[in-house]
DNA sequence: AGATATTGTTCTGTATATTGAACGATTATC
DNA sequence: GATAATCGTTCAATATACAGAACAATATCT
C-alpha cells in the first residue's frame, strides 16, 4: 500500500464524515479544487503543506492521515490470554491491547455502586473502549452485547455505539481506557 | 510552530539517534543530499514522499516526525485524584492520563510472585510506563525513583531508564501500559 | 605531512505539484 | 420546465521541489 493511496483513502473518508463538498473543503483549506480531487483518486504527490492545510481544515492531526482503522470485539478472561516469554516464572504478562498509531488513549480508574446502570450514550465514530475489572462484578458494553466481567477480566468493544456499565456486587473497581480517533 | 520546522528537527534529532550521517542517510533514502540538507535546516515544503523515503530509512514510522515528546513521574494514589463530574453519585471516575498525540500505548496485565525482583533495562527513548495495582502490593520504579503501591494506586513514571517491578505480597496484580513514542 | 575520502552546503536545470479556468453533469431554485 | 448554482473532473501555465554537480571544510587515511 503506497503512501499516497492511504491518504487518498483517508481523506475521502474524513470529508465524508466532516459531511462537506470537494469544493468547499478545497476552499476552506486554500488549495486549488484540481489538487484536491487528483488526491482523492490517488494521483500525484502532495506536499506537506498541502497536506496539513487539508488536515486543518478536517479538524484533524496530520498524522491521522497515515492510519488504518479497525473494530471490534475481544475479550480476555482472567485466566485466558497469550502469556508472554518471561524468564522469571514468578511473573506473567499478557499483551491486552497492542496499539494502532495515531490514536489516543486516556486512562480512567472508574468505581461504581451497585443499583444504578450508568449509560453512555455513543462516542465519536471510531472510538473503542477498554475496561478491565480489579474488584468486584461488572456488566458491560453496547447495550446488544453485554458481557458479565469478573475480576481480572479484560473487555474492549466500539464506544461508537450506545452502551452501559453497571456494578453486579456492592462495589466495582475497573480501569478504563477511552481510546479515540484523534 | 510550522510543520516544515517540526519535521525538520524531527529528522536531525533521528537521524543523531541512528548515528547516520546525513549523506549516508540521503543515499539510502533515495534522495539527493542537497532535498535533506534544505530539510533539515527547515527550508522548502517536502513532498510526502520524500518524507515517507527518509522514514523509512531511518526504520521509523512516517507520524514520528510530527510529534512533540514529554516525560515526567505522575502517582495518583487510590483515593487521590480529579474526580470527573458524574450524574451518577454510585459512579467515580478519575482521569489519570491523557494521552498525547502519534504514540503507542500497548496494555498488559500482569502478575507477580512475592521474591524476586523482575528488572527491565532501559526502552527506547521516550518511554512511558503507567502502572496500575488491582491487588497487591508492590514496589516500581526506575531504580532511583522506586515507589511502593497499594491496590488503586496509578503510577506514570519514564520507562528509558532502567527500572524493575517487585512484589510486596504474595501475589500482586497489575495493568501496565507502555507508552512508547511512534 | 601530504593525499584522499567524507562531511554538509549552495548552486542551476529539470521534473512536477499546484493553480485557475473551462468543462459537462447534477441538484437546487423560482 | 427553465435558470442558476454547485458538484467533481480535466486541461494549460506557473511556481517550486528535487536531482546532480561543484564547493569549502573537516576527517581519515598511507
Redesign the pocket.
Known amino acids: 500500500m503506497t503512501p499516497v493511496s492511504l491518504i487518498a483513502k483517508a481523506i475521502v473518508k474524513e470529508?465524508s464524515r466532516a459531511k462537506?463538498?470537494?469544493?468547499?473543503?478545497?476552499?476552506k483549506a486554500?488549495?486549488?479544487?484540481?489538487?484536491?480531487?487528483?488526491?482523492?483518486?490517488g494521483?500525484?504527490?502532495?506536499?506537506?503543506?498541502?497536506?496539513w492545510?487539508i488536515a486543518s481544515a478536517l479538524d484533524i492531526p496530520l498524522s491521522y492521515l497515515f492510519e488504518t482503522p479497525k473494530s471490534e470485539f475481544v475479550i480476555v478472561r482472567a485466566d485466558e490470554g497469550d502469556h508472554l516469554a518471561s524468564d522469571a516464572s514468578s511473573l506473567t504478562s499478557t499483551l491486552l491491547a497492542d496499539c494502532p498509531p495515531s490514536r489516543r488513549r486516556d486512562i480512567y480508574r472508574v468505581t461504581i455502586k451497585k443499583g444504578s446502570v450508568r449509560k453512555s450514550s455513543a462516542h465519536p465514530e471510531g472510538t473503542v473502549e477498554h475496561a478491565f475489572v480489579c474488584s468486584g462484578k461488572v456488566r458491560i458494553g453496547p447495550d446488544d452485547n453485554l458481557k458479565e466481567l469478573n475480576e481480572g477480566d479484560y473487555f474492549r468493544f466500539p464506544g461508537d455505539a450506545e452502551h452501559s456499565y453497571e456494578s453486579l456486587t456492592d462495589n466495582s473497581l475497573y480501569i478504563l481506557i477511552m481510546e479515540s480517533p484523534v
Open positions: 470529508r462537506m463538498s470537494l469544493s468547499a473543503l478545497a476552499a486554500g488549495v486549488a479544487k484540481s489538487t484536491l480531487s487528483q488526491l482523492e483518486n494521483h500525484g504527490n502532495p506536499s506537506i503543506e498541502t497536506l492545510a
